[in-house]
């Protein structure tokens, strides 16, 4: 085997590489753990890597903008606003119940006063999550809706 095709070897080994971890997207290979995240404030490193991808390789560069987006991992952790997700948690309200009706019959109770909804805990289609803001809350709903 000669230089020359030993170059073109290593050379199109470079290539076919750079192309592999474009089509990824740098968000998803870098930060798997943002996944799943619908809004925030954009992470500048993971947008600057993807506009690389993007000036050297058109196609492979808008996927990885693609992926980064619908995958969520563009986002910086932490920054999403919830302030009510297409307004739909905007009428929430925080309930204070006292340390002695912490039991499974006091908080049904309460939340029957609250909403008219009776047997809440116990039905097989609720689910219970321990939050401690409404804004902590509408996030959890946002990532459970989607």
Known sequence: MNLKNFCKSVLS???????????????????????????????????????????FFI???VI???VDFSNGT??????ASFD??????????????PEENMTRNGIESIIAAHTDVQD???????SVYEVSSLTEA???M?????
């Open 84 to 97: 009510g997700v297409d307004g739909q948690f905007s009428d929430w309200a925080s309930i204070q119940i």
């Open 59 to 61: 196609i492979p560069g």
């Open 13 to 55: 080994l470079m290539v076919a590489s750079a192309l592999v971890f474009q089509l990824a997207a740098c968000g998803t290979i870098l930060y798997p753990e943002r996944k799943g995240q619908v809004s925030g404030k954009i992470d500048v490193g993971v947008a600057v890597l993807d506009g690389i991808g993007l000036l």
């Open 120 to 126: 809440v805990l116990s039905n097989p289609d609720s």
């Open 142 to 146: 946002a990532y459970l809706s989607n």
């Open 64 to 66: 990885a903008y693609a």
């Open 74 to 79: 563009i986002y910086l952790p932490g920054t």
């Open 138 to 140: 509408s996030q959890k």
